[in-house]
Each structure stands twice: as C-alpha cells, then as structure tokens.
C-alpha cells in the first residue's frame, strides 16, 4: 500500500514524458489504471498525477491502442477515480477529478471511433458511475434514436442522449458517414450555481460527441433527456434542504423555471444559450426534461421556482390573513374589551384594600397616640392636690362690702375729707 501511493505521489513527473513520446501513450493509461485499482488507497495529491498522466497519455493515444484495450482502461481508470473522490475528497477536488478523467474519456473514444464501420453498430462499454456507446452512421442515414441502443435503453426515465438529426450533406467525404459517441454520466462536475435554495439540479449528465467532422450548429438537432428530482427532499450535495411546494412542482411540469445547459469541451462554465426545455413530463421519480440543443456536448438541466409563484404566493397570504382578521375582528375586540375591564376590576380592587388596610393602621395608631395621652393626662389630674377656696371667698366678701359702702355713703364737698 505505501509503494502505491509513492508511486502515485512520483507520477506527476512523468506526465510531461509521456506527452513527449507518442509510444508511451497506452502504457501511461495501464500505470494509471493500475495504480487506480483501489479508490481507498488514492490520496488527493496522486489524484492530481493520475489525471496529469491521463491526460498526456490521451493526447498520443492512437487508433490501435485504443481498439487494443485503451478505451477500457480509460473508462474503468475514471470509474475507480470517481469513486475514491465522491467517497474520500472535497465536493471541488471530485470535480476536477470527473472533468480531467471525462477529457481524457473523450480522446481515446475519438481515437477508437475513427477507425470504426457502420457494420459494426453500436458498441457499449459499461462500468458502475459510467456508460459509452460508440456508432459510425451510415452516409445517407439523417437521424439517430438512442432509445432503441442498449446502452441507454437500460436507463428507462433517467438522465440520457436522446436523438441526434444529421444533415447527410455535412457528412464528412467518403463512403461513411459521421460518428457519434454518447456518455451517460452519474456524477456531474462544476454545475450551474443555483440562486434559489429550493433549486434542483438534475441527476447526472448526458453526452453526445461528434468524433468527426459533420458537427456543425443546427437548431436543436442533439436532444437528451434528464431526471429532475423534484419529489426529493436532498439537494445535488445530498444534504437535506426544504421540499418544493405543490405549486412550485406544477410549474416545473410546465416548464417555467427549467433550464437546460451544454458544456463543450475546452469550455470552463455551463452555459444555457444554446439549448432550451422542449418538454417536462410527470414521472414516478420526478420531471424527465427534453433538451434540445444545438450542438454536440455534455447536456444537464436544473429547475429554479419563478419569481410570479412568490410574488402571488405572498398576495394569496395577505388575502387569507386580511379575511382571517376580518372574520375574528368582533371577537378579538370582545376579548380585549372584556380584559380590560376585568383588569381594571381586579387592579381597582387591590388598590382599595392597599389603601383600607392603611387608613385602618393611621387610625389605630391615632387612637392610641390620643388614648395613651389621656390616660398619661388623667394619672396626673388624679395625683395633684385639691385647691383651697377659702381666699377666694374672703376676697370677693371684701369686694362686695366695699361696693356697698360706696353705694351709701354722701358725696363729699370739694377739698373735704372723709371721713371729717
């Protein structure tokens, strides 16, 4: 196990070897696939020098290695690849490493399809996260219809190429006609950022390659279909986000809000100008979508909720709120009403025993303040002396008899004393 993953870790170097030198290309795709045959044992940075030799391996593979076993080893390198990213690395390094392997893929099914006969028909190479098919039309044939090859005919309601019209005039010069490879993808890679939470994406991705010439742009000539889950409860990262609503799930089957997109190879984004939603039908499992496109490539689609269902979802919520109001004014108002009489009663009450119970402790307190005073005044009155009126008496006597004297005695002449 540790000379695997040295020598994983050492690959990196070699791949500029192995792009220099022509025959090192199917022996650079048998280390990598060697190398690759146990997921657990492949560390991010081997990850790196597998793809970086994938690819210049690639590059100088030629007809005969690849009919000599190098489109298997391709495929069955990506397929282990897949599974140790999507199991042991990041959600950016699993897309990477999907895209260098789909690149390299894709080189060697050219290189394998080149040589091929329409004699020979439809050949398939399967693996767990991966399928191919590899045809070369006929000179005369217009069109192709992926449901009757076995290929994708075993994916009933999936993610899958559909059809593909062909001008016969564009065919390439000779007595054959143009050659078609299709993938059936279960992994994605760099998908379309989706602005609403409750947005899905669907479920892998479907190629259509042209391997010769004849690939010119036409008007929805490649079509394929695609699998939106949008009965699952589980985003495209498999973390649980909140399912779509009854109404968001009848516009995704009118097609308002659904997406198709086309990933070329060399390009670096997946861009939605060059194909649209023909279709969306009710499935067991969801929507299956129909792209149609105008070009061969990587196809999937994505569905995001129109801004009208939140836009009348929030007037349908202010209607149900106003009439819920209206029809619960009157009892509403009752209520208040009723509490707030009853907590006047119940606080007007409380006051006035606060302010009983005080003016009952004032006047006890005054009434004995006033009682011990009058007892204090009574013990006194009781211990004081009798007073004597005896000088009163003998006083007022002389007062009277002086007045009576006065009353009878003549008035005296002036100067003379009385009495003579």
Known sequence: MRTRRLLLAKMGGGADAVAASPRLGASGLSSAAGLSQRPSEVEPQGADSLIAVLNAS????????AHAGGLSTAVQTMDSMAAAAKARFSRDKLHAV?????????RVARAYVSSMLPAQGVECITREGVSLSLQRLTKDAT????ASIPCTASLPNRTAPQRVAVDPNASPSGAYGISIITFVLQENWLPPTLSHPRGVLSEGVAGIIFGSAGSSSCQGCVSSRHLLPIDSAHSDSQTLRRGLSAREKEAALKGDGVKCWQWVSGDRIWNSDTCKASSVAKIASGASVMCECSSGGYFLATYEPPAYLWFTGNIANMVEVGRYFLSSAIPIGFTLATATVVAGVVIGTLRIRILVRRFQAFAAYSTYTWTERFTQTLSTLELSPEPDPTPYYAARAAYIARKKRDAVSPTAPPGATWPP
Not at 98 to 106: D, K, N, P
Request: aromatic share 4%.
């Open 98 to 106: 999907i895209r260098g392997c789909m690149e390299t893929v894709e």
């Open 143 to 146: 069109s192709v219809d992926f």
């Open 58 to 65: 690639s590059i100088n593979i030629d007809t005969v290695a």
